[in-house]
Structures are given as structure tokens and as C-alpha cells.
């Protein structure tokens, strides 16, 4: 599929899809958890269709009935359920229940498709090594696909943080561990999707103890998940592009379905356009964004929240002067490599934009509109729509069907804005 787009401004009223970092953490209590959970909101589609797979492949059962999802858990009884389980493109998904499979005695599969095979996992593997299971990658150049089998029993391990997800899923599922365990990580990124996390255990009456730098954690054996009730919030990744070409066009542009008290990394998204010259009106659930003044370069750590990187280097372009976007060297071990990838596509668009190991360097450039490639990933297609209403001439964006990961009404909510934007099958 591809879009085509033209130059527009936009404003109005967004509704925010809801949140897949938390979709995914209340499919995974709910598949351990003993009885009948309800959640309301999902994110049923892409990646969060894909963890929905593995929660039936791991033995839960799930119904869905309108926006509400019924699962009845496991009890944390993992013998049931498939073999192998197909991840489509979910790096969370597959992280985060690989750790659950280890609670069984029965080996799984885990793959996915291509942009999933090149993305980490032995550093999660091993952990979970340390601790009772075992594993076998298949091939000696890529991670994935994998078999693992426990069960893991609890115990002491070490794991890397260049992904927070490694870290995440070891919380979400040892406390199941008939012992108790010490997690030392080294390196931690992304530090606010921990907190999502923790988030989840102490709604959920979970027992741990972390250390004041996040470099230990310890979980208590033996305990079990209740069944939930639970409404999932809006996300604030996704609320970045309705923000972003609020800045970019004038606005101004409503984004509601947010809550400002949620642990979401990406709600700092909006200090950094206050930075950048740009005005937000907070509320509790919503936010006005818009600007009248000439946005200013800045630099900005995106170390709590890579998923931002797309869109703020487009931003980038608007700006005057300089623009640096840094301490972000996890976003070269995303869909793709974020940092090299909306480089080079911007580059053929026109944009001064320099490479960092780390990061961008980003200057204010005129764009103009060309063939893109979004590389099947959706914040990268979603940023390169940002870039083609900003841009004189026509943009075309190649694999825009994969913005449905996230933001499955990517277009029509826009459109509704003013965005020229068209959808073309062919």
C-alpha cells in the first residue's frame, strides 16, 4: 500500500488510539492470571493483534464482544496451547511472553516476520537461562527465531538494558516463579516503560523491591495474578504525530484520550515542543497544541523515549537553526534502524540531516516531495506523512499498511484535520 501526500494544514479534535505498550502488559497478566479478566480498548490490531495470538497460543481463552476482550487465564499453567507461536513484527510481544512460556515445562517456538528476526533476544534468553530454562536459537547470524523451555524456578541473573522490554518481561513473570528471584541490570534505557510496568505490579498487588537507580530488582516467589478489570489508556507514542503536526502546520490540534498521570515516557514529548517554541494546553485526559511563533532548534535526549525519534526529526526541519536529537542509540534496534533509516529518507526529501551514533543532527531545510520507502515500520511511515505536509509537491510513501500496528485510523483521523492524504492499493 502506499500514500500519497500534499502539502496541507491541519486542525480539530484527535481521539488518541489506545496505548500498545499497555495492551500487551494486560494481555500478559490476564493469560497468567487465574479466572475471567475484561479489558476494554485494546489495541487489537497489529502488534497488538499479534500478542492476542500468543496469549491463545500460550492456553488462555479470548473473546472478543465489541471493544471488550474477555480472557480467561491460565492460572498460570503454561503446558497448554500451541507450539509455536508466530509474533508477526512485535519485538514487545515476543519479549514479553517469551518469559511467560519459560514458566512451563513445555518448549516453544517463537518467530515473526523479517523486520522481527533482526532484532535481539539472547540477552533475555540467558536471563531466563540463569534461572531454569533453556533455549536453542536456530540460525548463528539473527536471534529469532527461537525454542525455549522451562520452567524457570527463580534464582539470581544479570540482563541487558539496551532494551527496557528485556527487563519488563522478566517482572511480568517471575513473581510465577516458585522462588525468589534478584534481577542486576546493567545499562538501563527507556526507564518510563519499566515504570508502565511496575505500574502493572502494584495494581496488581504484586510483591518487589527495586533499587533507587533501577539496577536491582528483587520479586518474590510463589504468587499469582487475579483476574483484571481494566480500561487501556490512550497512547502518547501515537498522540506525538497528532501533536507534532499541530507544531508543524499551526494547528490548533485537540488530542483527547490521554491521561497526563500515566507513566508513558512519551508524554515529555510535550515539554520538548514547549522548548521548541511551540504552546500546549494541558488538561487531565486532553491537550491543545498549537503554534504562531517560529519553532526554534533544540537539542533533546530521547533516552526515555525512542519511539519519538521519527517524528521530532521531521520537526526538526521546521526549525531554525539546529536541531539534535540524542542519547538515543536504542532506535538503531527497533523496526529498523530508525536513526539511519529517517536519515536517508529525508535526505531524498531535501532535508540537512546528519547521522549520530546516537542520534541526528537536523537543520532547517525547504522539502520537497519525492518517493519514500517507510521500510514497514510504522512510526517511520507515520513521520514521512508529517514530512510530505510540509513539503511542496506530491510524497509518496511506500508500505504504509504497516501504520496499522499502532494507529490503525492513521488516515481518516487525519484527514478529518485537513490532511491531504490518500490511500493508493496498488
Not at 196 to 225: C, H, N, P
Not at 335 to 359: F, H, N, Q, W
Amino acid at each position: 500500500m502506499q500514500w500519497k501526500v500534499n502539502q496541507s494544514s491541519v486542525k480539530g479534535t484527535l481521539i488518541v488510539p489506545s496505548s500498545k505498550s499497555h495492551t500487551i502488559r494486560a494481555l500478559l497478566i490476564a493469560t497468567l492470571a487465574q479466572g475471567e479478566s475484561i479489558l476494554e480498548e485494546c489495541l487489537l490490531e497489529g502488534d497488538g493483534r499479534s500478542a492476542l495470538d500468543a496469549a491463545k497460543g500460550l492456553g488462555a481463552e479470548c473473546a472478543l464482544s465489541g471493544s471488550t476482550l474477555t480472557v480467561a487465564g491460565t492460572g498460570g499453567k503454561l503446558d497448554h496451547g500451541s507450539e509455536a507461536l508466530f509474533l508477526g513484527n512485535s519485538g514487545t510481544g515476543t519479549r514479553l511472553f517469551a518469559s511467560a512460556a519459560a514458566l512451563g515445562a513445555r518448549p516453544r517456538q517463537f518467530d515473526g516476520d523479517h523486520s522481527l528476526r533482526t532484532r535481539p533476544m539472547k540477552p533475555l534468553l540467558k536471563a531466563l537461562q540463569d534461572l531454569g530454562a533453556s533455549f536453542t536459537i536456530e540460525q548463528n547470524d539473527q536471534d529469532i527465531p527461537f525454542s525455549i523451555q522451562g520452567p524457570v524456578v527463580g534464582g539470581t541473573t544479570r540482563v541487558s538494558g539496551v532494551t527496557s522490554q528485556f527487563l519488563s518481561s522478566l517482572l511480568l513473570s517471575l513473581p510465577l516463579a516458585p522462588k525468589d528471584t534478584i534481577i542486576h541490570v546493567e545499562d538501563l534505557h527507556e526507564r518510563p516503560y519499566v515504570e508502565i510496568t511496575l505500574w502493572w505490579l502494584d495494581k496488581m498487588g504484586i510483591s518487589y523491591r527495586v533499587s533507587d537507580d533501577f539496577a536491582t530488582f528483587f520479586i518474590e516467589g510463589g504468587q499469582s495474578y487475579q483476574p483484571i478489570r481494566e480500561r487501556i489508556p490512550g497512547d502518547f507514542s501515537s498522540a506525538t504525530f497528532g501533536a507534532v503536526v499541530a507544531a508543524l502546520t499551526g494547528g490548533p490540534v485537540t488530542l483527547e484520550n490521554i491521561d497526563f498521570s500515566d507513566p508513558q515516557g512519551d508524554k515529555e514529548v510535550f515539554s520538548a515542543l514547549e522548548r521548541m517554541g511551540v504552546t500546549v494546553k494541558r488538561k487531565h485526559h486532553s491537550a491543545v497544541v498549537s503554534c504562531d511563533n517560529q519553532l526554534q532548534g533544540a537539542t533533546i535526549d530521547l533516552n526515555t523515549m525512542p519511539d519519538a525519534l521519527p517524528a521530532l526529526s521531521v520537526l526538526g526541519c521546521h526549525a531554525l537553526g539546529e536541531t539534535r536529537i540524542v542519547n538515543v542509540k536504542q532506535a538503531r534496534i527497533k523496526e529498523t534502524d530508525r536513526i539511519a533509516v529517517m536519515s536517508g529518507e529525508l535526505s531524498k526529501m531535501g532535508a540537512a540531516i546528519e547521522e549520530l551514533e546516537d542520534g541526528l543532527i537536523i537543520k532547517k531545510s525547504s522539502l520537497v516531495g519525492t518517493q519514500v520507502n517507510g521500510h514497514d515500520d510504522h512510526r517511520v511511515v507515520m513521520a514521512l506523512a508529517l514530512a510530505g505536509l510540509i513539503s511542496s509537491g506530491e510524497t509518496i510513501i511506500d508500505t504504509a499498511e504497516s501504520a496499522s500496528v499502532t494507529y490503525p485510523g492513521f488516515v481518516e483521523s487525519f484527514s478529518q484535520l485537513g490532511a491531504a492524504i490518500t490511500i493508493n492499493d496498488k
